[in-house]
């Protein structure tokens, strides 16, 4: 079942002739037509939830937007697409990038923006250039820009290309990058909604969920939601890596059993290797044993059931061979590497855990380097503006409390080394 | 009146105005909550998160220097997670700070000593090794010594908000971000960075001026007012073994607010200065001098003005006089007979203001007391560098008294016609050869008094040095003297010759020494021209 990778793998999909003979652009259409408001009911009844991370409901945050649009609005898509094992955006914009523009085009509309900006990940070249290759031609066509198929209503769509960081896919630290700031998030409140963007309303959305747009538009509420649970409808872009036999992006109902994902859907474990861990949404949560994981449903509620988050659902898959510690203190390194640096416990605690992750590697940690990291982490939670600080510590502490052995052979190697 | 909310904060009650932040409402309950990146002059990052308090229904704790205040809100500062966060984020400083207070400047006066030893941890966790940086000169006074910075980011907001010249920002990110300038660019030719040094709240940044020069616990601080242009900021000296071993501008809100410039604030040696009149001179009419006490020299003085009834005094002062000095010796000319009052000033090429806070600015008058000169009735003569101008008095033939004014563009003839010449000042040269009397007074880093600022702001200053050797207050001196001729009581203090001056000047009618304060008055004068 496909929804919005329906044409994943057909490069005439990209084509603009190709996209409007199989439909496309006639949601944008059905959305002129209905009116803004209705566009938000729409997509606030279907249920939809931000694919970026948090799950926030997209109808509920347009509708935050003022009514009135007595300053301009802006529309931002964030493709800044940089999760450690996330790799849907790309996907969805280098085989479909009208469907997103389309969707760009309708909640720009529903927003009442005149103008949408795609920020697309620096290291994307080849992505920039189809997204920025399908706008040309929907400008070409009068898809986009200028009273758009006559209608009188205008959207500029614009294409900007990061400079390739991490900080820069949260939500304020986009936007100033792109108003040419260095990407360091905002101090909240003031929220997007009223003081975004050049200081001006603005309403930011992922990828994923732009590309859903016109297909909930053209169906309907009820249509979206024939897929997934009561809260967490539709369908998602499942990005699987790891020890698995056959990897790569799947689109699946929300509520999907995570063991049947692995088993059935990507064929199971390489080698015949037994499950050892499964991070289900991106390296920023928590991680599963395996006995977590066969019990773990994936949607919003499922993940947070089994004490993980569903995240961007970039699905991590690990067996038995894995040095867990290793992937953690990379994972670390990340972080540490991509801190932008404003917050102090960010700036030094991702680098100071980064340094004891990195010594109990190689064999020179101890126990009570563990207390620490512990308590190092937790003291970046929630103590920042932003949420990049919170997300060092669900790997690590996850880590250390469902994998504490592989911590502490490690240590004992050292200590026993130590003793001779 | 705008409109006041109330809150409680600490289980105090207190009531601010609508918009104010929880940070700057706990002040007015008496407590500082700790914090880097806020300052009141600029704009707030909220990135140093030592200031985050818990607010009672809000599910983290809100940083207090960006949260504004809400009714009824119920603020706890001391909670177990405001502790906890402050213990927490002084630990994660630490980390990388070298823990060089031994050889650091700002040891003593820095908020990160402060804080760590008020609720920091006994003894730091990380045992990995540190982060270097080491230390960069940032051109005009400004040595940076990136291992200690804490990155609050004040110094890059106060050049790029307050005086609007962006010469630094933050390169890299991370824990590899650090304060750097452009390029080679640096501080060269800004006018105010020596602000960033003062707002720095640790060792990062350090005056070069000062480097090493003395420990801040063996300063006294004392209350003054720059006396390099007429602008008036309020400063304080700080001084050791009798020198002024830098000045720091005070917080004055109407005036500088926490600023002042690096004219004024490099401008001090003239105050250590040695070779000073250490006791009063007297020259006989062969010529031949001789030092001697007071008594003496005041009998000298009131014996050489008794022959001269009827001629007129003329007098010249300076615009680093205070308001008494100027005032007790415009009062003894009108007793002796009357005459010309002037005084000189060197004047800058140009006004140049702070175009963060556009009322302050290094003025053109590059004297501290323009504004209390006029009023007393002296006019300005000679050029703008503070030259000529003496024509008429230089050859005058009745009495002549020069108060401060360091006639340096003058020569042996000076005065050398006159009756009786009376030189009243720090130093000697070529000019005062022909004095009759030459008389050591006091600096204004040495006495007590007020000076009025180019919007007529009456403002105290206190004294910070001893005075060398018999050096005296001109207003003590020359008050001691009117007493004698007109048979009054010469003023015991500089609030008593202020009073003199406050009943005799209508202008300053009203105001009372102790009324000033800290931070000044506004004479009458210069209210009445600023409703005009």
Not at chain 1, 239 to 257: A, D, Q, R, T, W
Not at chain 2, 418 to 431: I, N, P, R, S
Request: hydrophobic share 35%; glycine share 10%; net charge negative.
């Amino acid at each position: 079942m496909r929804v919005i990778s329906t044409h994943f793998g057909d490069p005439l999909q990209r084509r603009l002739g190709t996209y409007v003979e199989r439909g496309g652009y006639e949601a944008l259409k059905k959305a002129f037509s209905m009116g803004p408001d209705e566009v938000v009911e729409t997509v606030k009844a279907s249920g939809l939830r931000g694919r970026g991370g948090a799950g926030f409901p997209t109808g509920v945050k347009w509708s935050f937007m003022p009514k009135e649009a007595t300053k301009p609005h802006y529309l931002l898509c964030n493709a800044d697409e940089s999760e450690p094992g996330t790799f849907k955006d790309r996907e969805l914009m280098r085989w479909d990038p009208h469907q997103l523009i389309e969707g760009c085009l309708i909640a720009a509309y529903a927003i009442r923006a005149k103008h949408a900006y795609i920020y697309c990940r620096g290291e994307f070249f080849e992505t920039n250039q189809v997204v920025a290759r399908a706008v040309e031609d929907a400008y070409e066509k009068g898809y986009a820009g200028e009273d758009i198929f006559g209608s009188g209503n205008d959207i500029a769509v614009t294409v900007h290309q990061g400079a390739g960081a991490y900080i820069c896919g949260e939500e304020t630290g986009l936007m100033n990058s792109l108003e040419g700031r260095r990407g360091e998030p905002r101090v909240k409140p003031p929220f997007p909604a009223a003081v975004g963007v050049f200081g001006m309303p603005s309403t930011i959305n992922n990828v994923e969920t732009l590309a859903a747009v016109p297909h909930i538009v053209n169906n309907g509420e009820e249509w979206y939601r024939q897929w997934g649970t009561e809260s967490s409808p539709g369908t998602k872009l499942f990005c699987v890596s790891g020890h698995i036999n056959k990897p790569g992006n799947y689109e699946l109902p929300l509520g999907f059993p995570l063991s049947e994902l692995i088993d059935d859907v990507c064929g199971g474990i390489r080698n015949g290797n037994g499950l050892k861990a499964v991070i289900p949404g991106g390296s920023s949560v928590a991680i599963l044993n395996s006995e977590e994981a066969r019990r773990c449903r994936l949607d919003y509620e499922g993940c947070i059931d089994v004490g993980t988050m569903l995240g961007c659902a970039s699905v991590i898959v690990m067996d038995d061979t894995t040095d867990i510690v290793k992937q953690v203190r990379r994972m670390v390194d990340f972080y540490a590497h991509e801190s932008c640096g404003q917050c102090t416990p960010c700036r030094e605690g991702s680098a100071w855990a980064a340094q004891i992750m990195k010594r109990i590697e190689i064999g020179e940690g101890t126990v009570e380097d563990l207390d620490t990291l512990m308590e190092v982490t937790e003291q970046m939670v929630g103590t920042t503006i932003c949420v990049l600080s919170d997300s060092v510590a669900p790997p690590v502490q996850s880590s250390i409390q469902k994998f504490r052995a592989d911590y502490l052979a490690l240590i004992s190697e050292q200590e026993s080394a130590g003793a001779t | 009146m705008p409109e006041m909310v109330t809150l409680t904060i600490d289980g105090t009650e207190v009531k601010v105005p609508k918009g104010t932040t929880i940070l700057e409402a706990a002040k007015q309950v008496g407590k500082v909550i700790p914090h880097y990146c806020y300052h009141p002059g600029m704009s707030s990052p909220a990135m140093c998160r030592m200031c985050l308090v818990d607010v009672e229904g809000a599910p983290k704790p809100q940083a207090s220097c960006v949260t504004t205040v809400m009714e009824n809100q119920v603020v706890d500062t001391e909670s177990s997670a405001s502790v906890a966060n402050r213990r927490g984020v002084l630990e994660f400083y630490l980390v990388n700070h070298p823990l060089d207070c031994p050889i650091c400047d700002m040891s003593g006066e820095c908020d990160l000593q402060d804080f760590v030893h008020a609720e920091g941890r006994d003894h730091g966790r990380s045992v990995e090794p540190k982060r270097v940086f080491g230390r960069d000169d940032f051109g005009g006074d400004v040595l940076f010594y990136g291992d200690r910075c804490v990155m609050c980011t004040r110094c890059v907001r106060f050049m790029s908000e307050v005086e609007q010249d962006e010469r630094l920002t933050v390169v890299e990110r991370g824990n590899r971000s650090v304060i750097d300038t452009f390029f080679e660019k640096g501080l060269d030719g800004t006018e105010w960075h020596g602000n960033i040094v003062d707002i720095c709240p640790v060792g990062a940044l350090v005056s070069k001026e000062f480097l090493h020069k003395t420990r801040a616990w063996d300063l006294d601080h004392t209350p003054s007012i720059c006396a390099s242009c007429s602008q008036g900021c309020n400063i304080e000296l700080h001084t050791a073994e009798n020198l002024v071993q830098r000045v720091k501008p005070r917080e004055n809100l109407e005036v500088n607010a926490w600023w002042m410039c690096d004219y004024g604030r490099h401008d001090y040696e003239w105050i250590n200065h040695g070779q000073r009149i250490e006791a009063p001179l007297v020259r006989d009419a062969t010529g031949s001098s001789r030092t001697t006490g007071w008594k003496d020299a005041l009998t000298s003085l009131l014996e050489g003005a008794s022959g001269l009834n009827g001629t007129s005094v003329q007098i010249v002062v300076s615009a680093r006089g205070s308001n008494e000095d100027l005032a007790a010796l415009t009062k003894l000319q009108d007793v002796m007979g009357g005459g010309d009052k002037v005084f000189r000033v060197s004047q800058a090429d140009e006004e140049s203001a702070l175009p963060g806070f556009p009322t302050l600015a290094r003025r053109k008058d590059l004297g501290p007391n323009v504004g209390g000169a006029e009023l007393l009735g002296i006019s300005r003569v000679g050029e703008s560098d503070g030259t000529g101008g003496l024509e008429a008095v230089k050859d005058h033939d009745g009495i002549i008294i020069v108060l401060g004014d360091n006639l340096e563009d003058q020569d042996e003839t000076f005065g050398a016609n006159a009756g009786l010449y009376v030189y009243l000042g720090t130093h000697e040269c070529a000019a005062t050869k022909a004095a009759h009397l030459v008389l050591p007074v006091t600096t204004f880093a040495e006495q007590e008094g007020t000076f009025t600022n180019h919007e007529g702001r009456i403002q105290r200053f206190w004294p910070a040095l001893q005075p060398p050797g018999m050096a005296r207050p001109a207003w003590l001196i020359l008050g001691a003297v009117l007493a004698e001729l007109s048979e009054g009581v010469a003023p015991r203090s500089a609030a008593e010759a202020f009073m003199n001056l406050a009943e005799a000047v209508p202008a300053l009618r009203g105001l009372t020494y102790e009324g000033m304060g800290l931070s000044g008055s506004v004479s009458e004068t210069a209210q009445h021209a600023s409703l005009d």
